[in-house]
């Protein structure tokens, strides 16, 4: 099901700068019994990349009661939300443009999550790097064509899930996920000051890590930090959490952090 604007449908304008030139943002929420899990980080995410991205969407009430009420009619599902700097003209200038799109979809949510949480994935590391750019760094834009490079490459292999370097060859994220990695009590994730996107799961996990006995540091590391860690896992609004069992040559067998984490992140989407 889709709503733009509003209305139920699924004809987006030709001249959308969404389609001209993917000009806007999104998120992605799990629906569960219902209703929006963390839905005020959702909202407020949507926020700062309109923000960033100088989008004068304002209709923020509206958005918030349409999330809901969509959400209502499946008990569980994938909420995803759209905003785009709405209909231009032919060159890049954003002159003109006052009427933000609002899109909002709902579909199924994906099965292979549970399997994955219960038996872990294999990482595969994707030739495809990430461009470094600081303004961009962190959002969830809908310049998506790096990912859709990076899943069709991921699907030529056995892996489950991509390692993803930047252009520099620094650690960043998954095709659809965060990283962390953890040695002995110390959590490691990878800096996003550069590229990637600040998945609401991972902020939520380094909330976590920082009141607990773990030590969390976001760092720039290479891939060969992987190769001295104790267990890996990845995240992201949808799984929650998932262990890692291998990348390469490279294999995890413990579960301390995934034991430690996992009911704390079921909870925070079920509540």
């Avoid at 859709?148 to 998954?174: K, N, P, W, Y």
Wanted: aromatic share 6%.
């Amino acid at each position: 099901m889709f709503l733009i604007n509003g209305c139920q449908q699924q004809t987006l304008a030709a001249n959308d700068r969404a389609v001209q030139f993917g000009d806007g943002c999104f998120t992605t929420a799990r629906v569960q019994t219902g209703l929006v899990q963390l839905l005020p980080a959702h909202l407020t995410r949507l926020r700062e990349a309109c923000e960033r991205l100088f989008i004068p969407f304002t209709e923020w009430g509206i958005l918030e009661q349409e999330m809901i009420a969509l959400a209502s009619r499946q008990q569980t599902g994938v909420l995803k939300v759209i905003i785009t700097r709405g209909v231009g003209g032919r060159g890049y200038s954003a002159s003109g443009c006052q009427t933000p799109t609002r899109i909002l979809s709902l579909s199924a949510p994906p099965a292979h999550y549970a399997r994955w949480q219960q038996e872990g994935v294999t990482l595969a590391l994707s030739p495809i790097r990430l461009g470094r750019n600081p303004h961009l760094a962190g959002l969830k834009h809908l310049n998506r064509l790096e990912q859709v490079l990076i899943r069709t490459h991921l699907e030529q292999t056995a892996g489950d899930e991509a390692l993803v370097l930047d252009s520099d060859g620094l650690l960043t994220e998954c095709c659809a996920a965060n990283l962390f990695w953890r040695q002995g009590m110390t959590v490691f994730t990878p800096r996003l000051d550069q590229a990637g996107v600040k998945g609401i799961m991972r902020q939520f996990i380094i909330d976590q890590l920082v009141a607990s006995d773990f030590t969390v540091a976001e760092v720039a590391a290479r891939p060969r930090a992987l190769a001295e860690a104790d267990e890996v896992l990845i995240c992201n609004a949808l799984m929650p959490v998932v262990p890692v069992n291998a990348c390469g040559e490279w294999e995890w067998r413990s579960r301390a952090l995934f034991s430690f984490l996992s009911p704390l992140c079921e909870r925070a989407i079920s509540s």
